[in-house]
């Protein structure tokens, strides 16, 4: 009875650990301090931060050579209540720092090309410690690198094609308890890779309006050698669990980073202020299961494999939906503000404890700074998280959801010739 009990955690912290080194949190538009402050709005080329939203824009940046870099502190909280119990548990989240860096050159009038680097997907989640999901997730820590080059050239005066490299690594470093043995698992995975593509458009058809089209293909970022790691358990158990004489076991897995469609409007009311939307599309409908491949491992629910698992996810498409705006007090000092609606990608029957998500309102808000050719970006973001009901049967999970999240951001531009 203790090792089915055993496969049956092993087998829901497993999968549920592999989904959220690149699934969770889903994708987070911190690419650009300028861009936050005006709700993530991509149809901006004053500087090299546009390389991340549409390699097309940066044929359109005024300036020969332009080089950005810039930070965010993210601090995350949630609360979930269980229902069947009535208690409340909490998050007690470090401050989250994702970073950016982008640089782009203009080889001749039509032809630029450029390089971005970001962690948009990186997290550090830990729950109580007597939460009623401990075995399914205690502490994550993640970390996602996006290295991007990219080449656009001036099909016209007013229009640009652009496209992109997308390479991706990742790192896991997951902690739950395994409450039927007294003892721990630790998932980790530090050499996972993906590649894809990206492919936009931009346009301006007069000086008040900027129009851009971009589109980020799905990355499969295939983890080759995670490693789990019992503690604290009996070793008696592990041959009957298929594990290695310290507890341990590999698996594979390939796990989607779906597409992205994205549409930017910027018009130029006056001179000195502007008005931005965009609308993001994100085809998460695509990611129905998840399967991982163990080793030896004999913790799988395949009936003709034991080493195979596979985990419903039933992940819906999104939309976000953003407003922002730019006036420009001086020619030196501009202020910003902005407001989004985020779709969260799952129901409440498809919870997910290790990457909570709701439905979100955001208000941004920022300034910016010129110094000749040095500039100074300020943002930052309160997040408004609806909250949910809860109700996995997978995990044997009910409860009340609730959370919030503060961003800010500092970054730094040079652009010159």
């Known amino acids: 009875m203790i090792v089915n009990t055993m496969k049956k955690l092993f087998l829901s912290v497993a999968l549920a650990a592999s989904v959220a080194v690149y699934a969770g949190g889903f994708r987070v538009s911190l690419q650009g301090v300028r861009q936050l402050a005006q709700a993530h709005t991509s149809a901006h080329t004053e500087d090299a931060s546009v390389a991340f939203f549409n390699p097309a824009g940066i044929s359109f940046i005024p300036n020969k050579l332009s080089v950005v870099a810039g930070g965010f502190g993210i601090n995350t909280n949630f609360t979930y209540q269980d229902l069947s119990t ?27 090309v450029g390089f971005s680097f970001s962690t948009p997907y990186g997290s550090h989640l830990i729950w109580d410690d007597s939460w009623s999901g401990r075995d399914i997730v205690q ?14 050239y001036k099909l016209a005066p007013w229009m640009s094609v652009g496209v992109s490299y997308v390479h991706v690594t990742g790192q896991l470093d997951w902690r739950r308890t395994a409450t039927a043995l007294n003892g721990k698992l630790e998932l980790s995975d530090d050499k996972a890779k993906g590649s894809g593509f990206g492919l936009g458009f931009y346009f301006k058809p007069s000086d008040k309006v900027d129009v851009s089209l971009a589109y980020r293909s799905t990355v499969d970022v295939k983890a080759e050698n995670g490693k789990a790691q019992f503690s604290d358990v009996s070793p008696a158990l592990y041959p009957l669990l298929g594990l290695d004489a310290n507890g341990a076991d590999t698996f594979t897995a390939s796990l989607p980073l779906v597409e992205e469609y994205s549409v930017g409007i910027t018009y130029d009311l006056t001179p000195r202020w502007s008005v931005s939307g965009d609308i993001s599309y994100y085809g998460w409908g695509h990611y129905k299961t998840l ?76 300034l910016g700074f010129r110094f000749g050719s040095f500039g100074v970006d300020l943002a930052a973001s309160y997040v408004f998280m609806q909250s949910r009901k809860a109700s996995n049967s997978f995990y044997n999970m009910t409860g009340q959801l609730k959370g919030n999240a503060f961003l800010f951001g500092l970054g730094l531009s040079y652009n010159a010739f």
Request: charged share 20%.
């Open 291 to 366: 399967q991982l491949d163990f080793a030896h491992a004999q913790v799988g629910n395949d009936p003709s494999d034991p080493t195979i698992s596979t985990s419903p996810k039933n992940f819906k498409n999104s939309t976000t939906w953003r407003i922002g705006t730019e006036y420009k007090f001086t020619d030196y000092i501009a202020g910003r503000l902005g407001y989004y609606y985020d779709e969260s990608p799952y129901s409440n029957k498809n919870f997910s404890p290790e990457t909570p998500s709701m439905d979100q309102n955001a208000i941004t808000g920022g």
């Open 86 to 112: 009535a208690q409340s548990f909490v998050t007690d989240n470090p401050m989250g720092t994702p970073i950016y860096a982008a640089v782009t050159y203009k080889i001749i009038d039509d032809l630029s």
């Open 139 to 152: 502490e994550l820590d993640l970390k996602s690198f996006f290295f991007i080059p990219m080449i656009s």
